[in-house]
């Protein structure tokens, strides 16, 4: 696939999107509701990892919503190149996929994905879940973080990190990277512990940067690799999935 030629003149708060699926439809309908906004413009397609890959380093988007099967190197695997080429930093990946039944989710987060979204997400929901991830804000919505630690319980992976790499954080960074593994929001956070959301956000930002993750999606998975959450029975209880 080669990059698109964008319909309009960008402008700097256009949010520039690559679209990774092998089904020509499914590409066809996420650039049909994402050029509803005027904010959002799809500069590229690809049908395959490698193309996703390519078309990405030539386009440098913004966003790549990135489908996890696809023939010869898969959604994953290109995640993971995006992810660590020094040239994309500022790209973000969401995966597309059918959460219930995709068991490459998590492998995708630990590759570097920002979020995912399933592909019956409702039209104005991905436009904002795109703005979202392009701003740097909440890559995983309370709720959807509430999924991972549901699936945490039910598919525990093999521990990748360790304790010691949270002894950079002060206590207060570490109870909030905490809580938010455990799927509060930093208003939550913030009326659970009396202090302000900014000053929330504003530990949660220094943990992402001391811990060296690259967004929030980032920070809930290495809070269950290294330990500091602990799936329970009951996941949806922040008390009890990840009580100290």
Not at 162 to 174: F, G, H, I, Q, W
Request: charged share 25%; hydrophobic share 45%; proline share 6%.
């Amino acid at each position: 696939m080669t990059p698109m030629t964008p319909m309009t003149p960008m402008t700097a708060k256009t949010i520039k999107v690559l679209l990774a699926d092998d089904q020509a439809l499914v590409r066809a309908g996420f650039r049909s509701l994402l050029g509803r906004a005027k904010d959002i413009e799809v500069v590229g397609e690809a049908g395959t990892g490698d193309e996703a890959v390519r078309t990405a380093r030539a386009v440098r988007p913004d966003v790549v919503l990135m489908d996890i099967r696809m023939p010869g190197t898969d959604g994953l695997t290109a995640t993971r190149t995006l992810a660590g080429d020094p040239d994309l930093t500022e790209c973000r990946v969401i995966v597309l996929t059918t959460f219930e039944t995709d068991e490459y989710v998590f492998a995708a987060l630990r590759a570097g994905a920002s979020g995912f979204l399933t592909k019956e997400i409702e039209p104005n929901e991905l436009r904002q879940a795109v703005r979202a991830v392009a701003a740097g804000d909440a890559l995983l919505s309370p709720s959807a973080t509430r999924r991972v630690i549901e699936q945490f319980v039910h598919h525990p992976a093999a521990p990748a990190g360790t304790p010691e790499r949270l002894s950079v954080l002060t206590a207060r960074e570490r109870e909030i990277t905490r809580l938010i593994a455990t799927g509060l929001s930093n208003d939550q956070i913030a009326e659970r512990l009396v202090i302000s959301p900014l000053t929330a956000k504003t530990h949660a930002t220094r943990a992402l940067a001391k811990l060296g993750a690259r967004d929030r999606a980032q920070l809930v998975i290495l809070a269950y690799e290294t330990g500091l959450v602990v799936p329970r029975a009951h996941p949806l209880d922040p008390q009890r999935a990840g009580g100290r």
